[in-house]
């Protein structure tokens, strides 16, 4: 089920939202609510996969039980090692199977992906090994499971660490300016998918596709082509973001604050800088769970250094997917800030322009490639935006796509960049300022309007993909 879509702003979320304040009186009949929830909320789009979820709820509970009654640090770790592994054999049978099966030469199974795979089984994992390092206590399979699958994080994040929200599942506090707040940070995720994400995507998909036939039937000029990308990258922020967005907003309607997974990613000034802003959640479970384990960066020797971030960065593109286009993506990025790190370019250039320009650049490119169905696609859409494949640089069609879009594109850029945080510090600085009131007073008007405009949109048919269902 889709936070964008009719059946969940419509049905299911006011409802849960209103049997939870019809339980206000019992937290532990919330939480009862939530778990249930949350499990027909999965079942809605994996009805069968619903079971692999639950397995994986009662198998790491288990564990970690296990692990903590355990006094040896030998059996504690073997125990350990095999959660893990367990975690991702499943992870690798569901995801990864058909791809290795292929490189081998052997026809695969083909078994759909299980939505939100890798969200919840890192999840499960984090929970586990907190619990191994003693930074958690074991927790009941019941309190565990909410944490799991929690809808509001479950199909794509932000990966949280139990340790952030344990305390919050037995003693959250809800009042109307959380709530308000939620229901406002939601309502401008949605806004986010539906009118910027849902645009981009339109132009986006049709530019691949078109490059995808080849040369002889369908040339892409270089300008089509750079609209194209630049339209993905767009498309893949504004999507991932609103998602986590309304994660964000519908924790605190239910009185839980997330962590926040996104912080204006396109300002970066590197691309060290861009993935501390990118997907934080699953950069910070990296470095905790993988980079720090094997030493980091803080090891005698740099060869070791760098073993650590390529492995890092290997996962990193594996995670997203199986397919050589995610790998070479991964390894690339574990390049530039391999680059970065040892020649420190990016601090050399005196503009603040350039390296911002050079960020951007390399964003693009690389989102190209983790956009291309296969990196013989990919290469394809390189020569087309270098205009080497024969087929000029002026696009009509560009020109057409740019017209009609042009307002969607230039909020896209705009709200890159954080106006809207600076807009929103200037006109409620002074809480008793005339302006203020004026703010104050138009704001729910506003959300409204906007939740309405989204729902029109919703009821109209509107193009509605989701990137982050396929990882």
Known sequence: MLFSSIVFLCIFFPAVLLLYYLLAFSRFCQNILLL???????????????????????????????????SGEKARKILL???????????????????????????????????????????????????????????????????????PQLIAGPIIQYNVISEQIRSRKTDFNLFSLGISRFTVGLGKKILLANSFAAIADHVFEWSSIGTERMAVPAMLAWLGSIAYSLQIYYDFSAYSDMAIGLGMCFGFRFPENFNYPYIAVSISDFWKRWHISLTSWFREYVYFPLGGSRVKNQDYMVRNMMTVWLLTGIWHGANWTFLLWGLLYFVFQLAERFFEYPQKMKSPFMRHFYTLMVVNALWVIFRADSLYQ??????????????????????????????????????????????????????????????????????????????????SGTYNPFIYFNF
């Open 36 to 70: 249930l929830a949350s499990l027909l909320f999965y079942a809605w789009g994996e009805p069968v996969y619903v079971f692999l979820m639950l397995a994986s709820i009662v198998g790491n509970s288990v564990f970690a039980i296990c692990i903590e009654k355990q």
């Open 378 to 459: 990919a290469g394809r859409f390189f020569l087309n935006m270098l205009g080497l494949n024969n087929n000029g640089f002026y696009s009509d069609l560009a020109v057409m796509l740019i017209q009609e879009n042009l307002v969607f594109l230039a909020l896209g850029v705009l709200f890159s960049m954080p106006f809207a945080r600076s807009m929103n510090e200037c006109l409620f600085r002074n809480p008793g300022s005339y302006l203020n009131k004026i703010c104050t007073a138009l704001y729910p008007a506003g959300m409204l309007a906007l939740l309405i405009c989204c729902v029109s949109y919703l009821a």
């Open 81 to 151: 090692i095999c959660t893990i592994t367990a975690n991702l054999a499943v992870l690798f049978v569901f995801k990864y199977m058909d791809f290795v099966l292929g490189i081998a030469g052997i026809n695969g199974k083909n078994l759909p992906l299980p939505i939100g795979i890798s969200f919840y089984t890192f999840q499960a994992m984090s929970y586990v090994v907190d619990v191994y390092r003693r930074k958690v206590k074991a927790e009941n399979p019941f309190y565990v499971g909410l944490y799991i699958s929690f809808f």
